[in-house]
């Protein structure tokens, strides 16, 4: 083989290694939450997706049901191994390998399954038990992939919260808290070995309802506003999105994992809420999506990281009629429940018109059949924002 042929050879493997292992199509995915007893069944779910060329999604389990709709559809998926499994998936490989082999293995390559997210919100939260079994499930699920030779296919994360920072106002003060750090660390240390990025549910939403005096609601939904201005960084942010994603940066940074990349595994805004949740209104849901949507569409970075492209899964695919907590939580669907949209943000769903279609939904325990009807221009996505 020639030098030439050589270098083609070695450049062409390497190529396909980064393309295989990249978990994230494109800048825009959703977040297919299923506590609910009224939406519609997977199949037609990979269908309203499609049509709406939405190519990455995240399920915070691995249903079966689920993987198996989604089989020859090119979207990616994300699954999640709940935070109830932790404490035994961390006791060994075996454990980790039964779960994989049941739950991943059976489905590739047909269902597009590039990510297992380990746990959900773990660090920072109120059980610390949780804190210290999490690195050894997230090297456990690796370790049973690797053996498996599925490690360069299906990507290893764990999604936080906003509750790993002590600081992230200015952008340039972010940094994770003392006591989150003695486990954030080896776990950033272990994902930097393994090129997983940093997950984070940033929801500007959630800041603004709980210091509505002291936020811009136009800084929290990209409208024109005067935004901030960073005299660290001298950067200037007119949104609260890329200001939150910077403190992401700013903290990995000081963590010593300044190369980290950041993708965002929620965000969204409420359509309905309680009393105390004003700004959970139709207009600023649509408002905040749709211009959402449209800085992702442009594909740039923040002004931190201006090279890094910001990805983000939307929260939700569906509002959840059974999530508890406040109105907020059943609320935060770019669909209802019939799969109609809950507000236009370029998005067609099911609506009225002459042509009939069987959309299967669950019921109370059962499966019910119920009659959708799709006009000519359903499923379009609207691509002129």
């Known amino acids: ?169 200015p952008p340039s003060a972010g940094a994770f808290k003392e006591s989150v750090m003695p486990y954030m660390k080896p776990l950033l240390e272990f994902f930097s070995q393994i090129k997983s990025p940093f997950y984070i549910n940033t929801y500007p939403f959630l800041a603004y309802i709980s210091d509505p005096d002291h936020i811009d609601l136009n800084y929290a939904l990209f409208k024109k506003n005067p935004g901030i201005y960073d005299q660290k960084t001298n950067l200037h942010y007119d949104n609260m999105f890329e200001a939150q994603i910077d403190a992401s940066y700013a903290a990995l940074e000081k963590a010593g994992f300044e190369k980290m990349e950041v993708i965002v595994s929620e965000t969204g805004w409420a359509s309905h809420g309680d009393q105390n949740e004003a700004a959970a209104t139709v207009d600023n849901a649509r408002t905040y999506n749709f211009n959402l949507r449209k800085r992702l569409l442009k594909k740039k970075g923040t002004p931190y990281r201006p090279k890094r492209v910001v990805k983000a899964y939307v929260f939700a695919m569906f509002n959840e009629n059974l999530k508890p907590g406040p109105t907020s939580e059943r609320n935060f669907g770019l669909f209802k429940a019939d799969g109609s949209v809950s507000y236009s943000i370029g998005f067609t769903g099911l609506v009225p018109s002459s042509a009939k279609s069987f959309i299967a939904t669950k019921g109370f325990g059962s499966i019910q059949l119920m009659f959708y009807t799709i006009s000519a221009a359903a499923f379009v996505l609207i691509l002129s924002l």
């Open 1 to 169: 083989m020639s030098s030439t042929n050589r270098f083609f050879f070695w450049f062409l493997t390497i190529f396909v290694n980064v393309v295989i292992s990249s978990a994230f199509t494109g800048t825009y995915g959703v977040n297919y939450g299923r506590i609910a007893d009224n939406i519609p069944r997977p199949e037609s779910v990979v269908t309203l997706m499609k049509a709406a060329k939405i190519m990455n999604t995240r399920i915070f389990d691995a249903d079966h049901e689920v993987l198996r709709a989604f089989k020859g559809s090119g979207i990616e998926i994300m699954v999640g191994l709940g935070n109830e499994f932790l404490r035994d998936i961390s006791v060994n490989e075996d454990r980790a390998m039964n779960w994989v082999k049941e739950n991943v293995e059976p489905f590739l390559p047909g269902t597009r399954i590039v990510g297992i997210a380990v746990g959900n919100e773990i660090l920072g939260g109120g059980d610390q038990e949780l804190w210290e079994v999490l690195l050894p499930a997230v090297k456990n699920v690796y370790s049973a992939l690797d053996r498996l030779h599925l490690a360069d296919k299906v990507q290893v994360s764990s999604p936080h919260s906003a509750a790993v920072f002590a600081t992230s106002y």
